[in-house]
């Protein structure tokens, strides 16, 4: 035998391959499926470090956190999400430590293995060499969350289980197994999985040229293993005695609260794009980042219209694809779209339409990895559309890579967060954080929305229930029985704007829980920042204040409305704005008005404040009037009226409508 050769046969006729070549190839293969992992995960960690959500990441990071201090998930703090989410980073917690960029290598990691998973799935169905589009569009869309991640692959594991003809119970068990280890991530996947199971198989019969039965599975074997996972779940939850908060923060909760308060029209976020037509709309930085070349904004609405508009178009596409000789396993693949279709239905801001693409792109590749060889023309308009669809977006990542120490960011240091901010919102959080008792282990709480703060802060929670968004608050009184039996000194207030239609602050989400808070707390410190303003109120009580002494701006408004946003115009001379509001809680003592303004500074104008009682017939009575001369030094600056006396008893009797006028004059 010649040196360097090494012997194998086919069809029993001897052969020779040298062994150089075949280790050549192995190493090329391992480069390509390492190249696969790293280059989307490097990239993923540069992009994603910069900025972070103070609602979903930091529900994310802060459930992982009191898990890693020994508490329970839905008894110590609620989420809607299910527990697989926060014990998948909980190891990586351990290794790296507790703060936003562990999060960030997290998620980097889930970027590198949804495009290795993505790559070798469409391969072996038959996508050839256009199976690089998965990797692709990972760069363009940026990590996609576990669960979907983890959809994918059980949709795969579907597949190959479907067709298995030996220890068909033992394969359905195996099917129901993974079926509910989905389940764990939350009740949407829950869907996402009955969706996989039962339309991959009216799919799969479809795309088959043979007799095809359920039945062949053992559905008795599945429903087993999915029985079995969901057992031992709720054995754990009853032992560990939060089976009643589980029940309704991961089943009820989303149930009653997401068809009102989450739901997005399709059609109307389709053709009104808000959040599409803003560059750089999913980092969280804080900066004002303006559009990176010509035409930035349009091609970016359109590519996500087009992303969108595939994943609504593809699941109808079998029909088509049973014409065509595909791999038949497709179907599984097939219900994966449908799935993901259910998602962009049930809301589709931008966040969920990439989450869905990334479940769309499985099927779209492979059929144009089928159709490539029988119709080059088709497949090539195929890939230019999705390569279309994808370059703005990837185009933007790779801008945020290439600009990652751009003037505007800053390092930020602090040990629970190792990321770059903004100057403007790393220097506001941190006067907030630092007015938080240095080294004091009083819990504390970010209302209604930011729960990041509380990770952040590294203090304990006063409160499991960590957000008040609407519909989400059980009991009101059980978290006002939380802040007595916790006693926190501090408490930090922000804003939802954006999150529940109609609602953007504490007063207007949970009523009862403003009227306790501003009967016990006082502002302590103050920060209009725009859409992004806080407060950190402290408790009176325990710092002997009396709140009846407090001058009107340290005391917390009974309500509060927004007047002015991005879309309103400009406020010109001889302007009347009207509000009308309930009298209630501690009565009407005085109006604090917030002034921005961006003319030259200094200057002055004049107000006038006329309050109305509105009956329900319609007719009103003057109650007071209150001139002043408000002077303007800064360009956002609050004017006090306050009463220098009590206003009629009436006032408080009745709780009556009031109608507050206020004109300007410059």
């Known amino acids: 035998m010649a040196r360097g050769l090494a012997p194998v046969s086919v069809d029993n006729r001897p052969i020779y391959i040298r062994s150089g070549q075949k280790v050549n190839s192995q190493i090329r293969s391992w480069l390509l499926w390492t190249a696969l992992f790293i280059v989307p995960a490097f990239l993923a960690f ?26 329970l998930l839905y008894r110590d703090i609620f989420t809607v999400y299910g527990p697989a989410q926060y014990y998948a980073l909980l190891p990586f917690f351990w290794i790296f430590g507790e703060s936003v960029r562990t999060l960030v290598v997290f998620k980097a990691v889930v970027a590198g293995c949804s495009s290795i998973l993505g790559f070798y799935v469409v391969r072996r169905y038959g996508a050839g060499r256009i199976g690089w589009l998965i990797p692709l569009g990972v760069l363009a869309i940026g990590p996609v969350s576990p669960r979907y991640v983890c959809a994918a692959a059980f949709a795969a594991f579907h597949a190959e289980v479907l067709w298995r003809t030996n220890r068909q119970f033992t394969n359905g068990l195996l099917l129901g197994i993974a079926w509910g280890c ?5 009740l949407d996947m829950l869907v996402c999985g009955a969706i996989i199971v039962f339309a991959g198989h009216g799919f799969t019969r479809l795309l088959a040229s043979n007799a095809f039965s359920f039945r062949d599975l053992r559905i008795a ?58 560059a750089f709309s999913q980092v969280f930085t804080g900066e004002h980042l303006g559009p990176a070349w010509p035409g930035h904004v349009g091609l970016r609405v359109a590519a996500i219209q087009m992303i969108a508009g595939l994943v609504v178009a593809v699941p109808f596409l079998a029909l088509i694809a049973r014409r065509q000789a595909v791999d038949t396993r497709m179907g599984s693949l097939f219900a994966l779209a449908l799935s993901s279709w259910v998602v962009i239905m049930w809301r589709s801001d931008v966040a969920h339409i990439f989450a869905a693409f990334y479940g769309t792109l499985f099927v779209v590749v492979c059929l144009l990895g089928v159709v490539r060889l029988a119709r080059i023309p088709v497949a090539v308009l195929g890939v230019v559309f999705l390569v279309a669809s994808m370059v703005p977006l990837a185009g933007e990542r790779l801008w945020l890579v290439t600009h990652a120490n751009r003037s505007s960011l800053i390092q930020w240091d602090r040990p629970t967060a190792e990321i770059a901010m903004a100057k403007g919102r790393h220097e506001t959080i941190e006067r907030v954080l630092a007015t938080l008792d240095a080294g004091n282990e009083s819990p504390t709480i970010g209302w209604p929305a930011q729960p990041g703060l509380a990770f952040l802060s590294g203090q304990p929670l006063a409160t499991r229930q960590v957000t008040l968004l609407a519909g989400s608050v059980r009991d009101e009184a059980s978290v006002i029985a939380d802040l007595h039996r916790s006693g926190p000194t501090q408490l930090v207030l922000g804003r939802a ?93 005085g109006i604090v008005l917030l002034v921005a303004t961006t003319g030259t500074l200094p200057t002055e104008m004049d107000m006038e404040i006329e309050i109305e009682e509105l009956f329900a017939s319609g007719s009103t009575q003057s109650l007071a009037v209150f001139r002043s001369r408000v002077p303007l030094d800064q360009n956002a600056q609050p004017s006090h009226t306050s009463f220098s006396r009590h206003p009629p008893d009436s006032w408080q009797e009745d709780c009556p409508e009031l109608v507050c006028h206020t004109g300007f004059r410059t």
């Open 46 to 71: 540069l992009v994603e470090r910069q900025g972070f959500n103070m609602l979903d990441d930091g529900l994310w990071a802060l459930g992982a956190r009191v898990v890693a201090h020994g508490g």
């Open 221 to 278: 074997g599945m429903l087993v293993g999915l029985a079995g996972v969901f057992a031992i779940a709720l054995l754990v939850a009853a032992a560990t005695g939060t089976l009643t908060h589980a029940a309704w923060d991961t089943v009820v909760c989303p149930l009653a609260y997401s068809p009102h308060h989450v739901t997005l029209n399709f059609l109307e976020s389709f053709f009104r794009p808000q959040g599409m037509n803003t």
């Open 497 to 589: 704007a954006g999150l529940t239609p109609g609602a953007r602050s504490v007063d207007e989400l949970a009523p009862s829980i403003w009227t306790y808070l501003r009967s016990n707390y006082f502002v302590e410190l103050q920060i209009a920042d725009g859409a992004e303003g806080f407060q950190v109120i402290r408790n009176a009580g325990r710092s002997g204040v009396d709140l009846e002494s407090l001058p009107l701006e340290r005391r917390l408004p009974g309500t509060s409305q927004l007047v002015k946003n991005a879309q309103t115009p400009p406020l010109s001379p001889g302007v009347v704005i009207s509000q009308v509001f309930h009298v209630g809680g501690i009565d009407l003592r």
């Open 182 to 186: 989905l389940s764990l991530f939350g």
